[in-house]
């Protein structure tokens, strides 16, 4: 019964390297969502997505930032061309439903070099 | 644009007192709201939520009351155990259940 998986745990970038980020969500959930976690902050939306489609990305930057969620396979969290600033935590969730709970991974924690 | 406030970033209470945590929003289409709590190095885990059709939501020694008019939601937790000790988050939701705005998180702190 295994829960909102996300990996690796930890990554470290050099400045300009890209850094790749997977979330398998729970079985049976077709909804997933990724948040970003700066230190002494709370978590900040970013994107959701279902299966083959990116339902919101308003919290996503516009640039180096993006996100899928393949018909087979875990969602994936891109970020091209790594700066300081994107040293964060950063968080998957998944639910069944679009009106349920969230359930959370236990994080990628990111730091750039 | 802070949503979804946590004014209080720590908390220390003493074991089987109660805890009372608060969160302030601003966002009046707010309709859904959750308390997550999370350990160290650990994701959020969902605790209780509530929604606007309800003042009040009852799960255990977890209870969450909603002043809709003060927008403002409260978690207690009575008897509060050392194991509780941890952060709590509120997040809120309106109309769109996709996106979640949550509160910079209250540390609580339960004192054998």
């Known amino acids: 019964n295994a829960g909102v998986m996300q990996n690796p745990r930890h990554l470290v970038r050099r400045r300009g390297q890209e850094a790749r980020l997977r979330c398998s969500p729970m079985k049976g959930h077709s909804h997933v969502y990724w948040y970003r976690q700066l230190p002494e902050e709370g978590l900040k939306f970013m994107v959701y997505l279902q299966k083959e489609n990116i339902i919101d990305e308003s919290g996503m930057p516009k640039e180096r930032f993006s996100a899928e969620f393949p018909k087979e396979g875990p969602s994936i969290l891109r970020i091209q061309q790594v700066v300081r600033g994107d040293s964060a935590a950063y968080f998957c969730?998944?639910?069944?439903?679009?009106?349920?709970?969230?359930?959370f991974g236990d994080g990628t924690r990111l730091s750039i070099l | 644009d802070q949503q979804v406030k946590q004014n209080s970033p720590s908390l220390s209470v003493q074991e089987g007192r109660i805890s009372i945590l608060n969160c302030d929003y601003t966002n009046s289409m707010f309709d859904y709201f959750l308390w997550y709590k999370k350990y160290p190095a650990e994701g959020p885990t969902f605790l209780i939520s509530i929604s606007s059709i309800k003042d009040k939501n009852e799960d255990g020694r977890f209870t969450v009351f909603l002043n809709k008019s003060a927008k403002h939601l409260s978690l207690h937790i009575v008897p509060s155990q050392p194991g509780d000790s941890a952060v709590y988050f509120c997040a809120a939701s309106g109309g769109n259940f996709n996106k979640f705005y949550f509160g910079s998180g209250t540390k609580l702190n339960v004192k054998p």
């Open positions: 969730a998944s639910s069944p439903g679009n009106d349920q709970p969230q359930h």
